[in-house]
């Protein structure tokens, strides 16, 4: 999470959403980088010692938080078109997907290093969910028991964080592009009333 929210505030249409916050010299939010640091640490704490800090897997929420309002605010400051779009998308792809792929080839060098024979062909299995950037699909489907896993030995568990925002890329574009085109003020609070009551 830390990695692929590495830079995102530093694209330039994140400059005008508004002057009065603080930032550093570079143009990076203060108060958002503050928040991703309370984030990284949170996510940390408790994959390292979970039994200490159960509650640390909120800072992933924080992260999807920050990366919405981010990407937002990106894609409603820009006139969408389908260039735009697609240079949207080339943009996310290109700043996760190589290092995605690095974390699987030496996860799976890894793996096969220390596992045993009966071990790989669950693990075989979460890496194809993986390559499809799919698992946290995986777990809902299959009805993984997420919060049992964590304390097992499933290297490829923390994946589903990723899948669920590339997927968030893949429509958010469109959603923004619906609610720009065909909803007035009373659509776009009825759009957020939907978005809001599916949380639930």
């Known amino acids: 999470e830390a990695v692929r929210m590495g830079k995102e505030d530093e694209l330039p249409l994140i400059s005008s959403v508004s002057s009065s916050h603080p930032r550093h010299k570079h143009g990076k939010r203060e108060d958002l980088q503050a928040i991703r640091g309370i984030a ?117 568990l923390h994946a589903w964080s990723l899948g669920v925002e590339l997927q968030y890329y893949l429509i958010v574009p469109f959603i923004v592009l619906f609610r720009t085109k065909f909803l007035g003020g009373l659509g776009r609070i009825l759009l957020f009333v939907i978005i809001f009551v599916s949380e639930f």
């Open 40 to 156: 990284i640490i949170a996510v940390l704490a408790f994959h390292l010692l979970p039994t200490v800090f159960p509650n640390g897997y909120l800072g992933v929420d924080m992260f999807f938080v920050l990366s919405g309002f981010l990407m937002s605010t990106i894609l409603c400051k820009a006139a969408l078109t389908s260039s735009t779009i697609l240079d949207f998308f080339m943009r996310r792809f290109k700043r996760i997907i190589p290092l995605y792929a690095l974390m699987l080839c030496s996860v799976t060098v890894a793996t096969v290093m220390i596992f045993t024979i009966s071990d790989m062909d669950n693990f075989i299995t979460d890496v194809k969910w993986a390559l499809a950037i799919a698992s946290n699909w995986q777990i809902v489907l299959r009805k993984v028991d997420y919060w049992t896993k964590v304390f097992d030995y499933q290297v490829l």
